[in-house]
């Protein structure tokens, strides 16, 4: 008989070691995007000691122009990298932060591949009950996983939509690649079950995105569309008691 205290905590750990895997990725493309803006303020001494250098428009614009993309890649730095609070109390949860925060770290990543998520930014969606760091999780593995399916392509489209149907609140993230074969599909979502061969924790991400939902009352399912592969994140609707 299983130890359930033991599969509590082997859970954990695997569920930690994701988070690891994915956030370490989403970090070296936000490390990667912060030199170009670092790099332009960094010639701000220099132009300091061309005297009226800093006066001309165009120096000014381009100046301000990097400071804001400076200011807003640490504030996503800052959200990857915080640790979770380690409170799993259910909340009613705004879905359009998470779904931007994870968008907008996806688009980080330069490729070929088109990632069309304002259908699901805009729509207005109401508040589901969860924990915001499990779904921004969540949401990240889901779209990582099939933005990067697509750039190891070299092209794709990968789109994000989302309805609420009832007293659930779905989010598709869906893509127009070969699809998944068969027999990975029966094993989708068992940990290390991953075509990605050589990358260390590869086959976790779907896996915890289950479990991080599952914990709050929400499920993640895979969908064969006509072309390509479709992920399904459902989460319960808030209703206050």
């Not at 790099?39 to 100046?63: F, N, W």
């Not at 991400?205 to 006509?226: F, H, I, N, T, V």
């Amino acid at each position: 008989m299983t130890d359930p205290s033991a599969e509590q905590a082997r859970t954990a750990l695997l569920v930690a070691a994701s988070r690891a895997a994915l956030y370490g990725t989403v970090s070296r493309w936000l490390m990667h995007d912060l030199r170009g803006p670092a790099q332009a303020l960094a010639l701000v001494t220099d132009l300091l000691e061309q005297g009226d250098t800093l006066d001309e428009p165009s120096v000014r614009a381009s100046l301000q122009e990097a400071s804001g993309r400076l200011h807003d890649l640490l504030l996503l730095l800052d959200q990857v990298l915080r640790q979770p609070d380690g409170n799993d109390e259910l909340r009613p949860i705004l879905l359009r932060e998470p779904l931007c925060t994870a968008v907008s770290l996806v688009r980080l990543q330069r490729s070929n591949v088109t990632l069309d998520a304002e259908p699901a930014l805009c729509t207005g969606l109401p508040a589901v009950r969860g924990v915001e760091e499990h779904i921004l999780q969540a949401l990240l593995s889901v779209l990582v996983n099939a933005y990067e399916a697509m750039a190891s392509r070299g092209r794709g489209t990968v789109r994000v939509w989302a309805d609420a149907r009832g007293d659930v609140v779905r989010i598709t993230i869906a893509d127009d690649g070969p699809g998944v074969h068969p027999e990975v599909e029966r094993r989708l979502f068992e940990p290390f079950v991953s075509t990605k061969a050589g990358r260390p924790l590869a086959g976790l991400g779907l896996w915890a995105a289950r479990e991080l939902l599952r914990r709050s009352g929400g499920a993640l399912q895979y969908e064969r569309p006509a072309r390509g592969a479709a992920f399904v994140l459902a989460l319960p609707a808030w209703r206050p008691d």
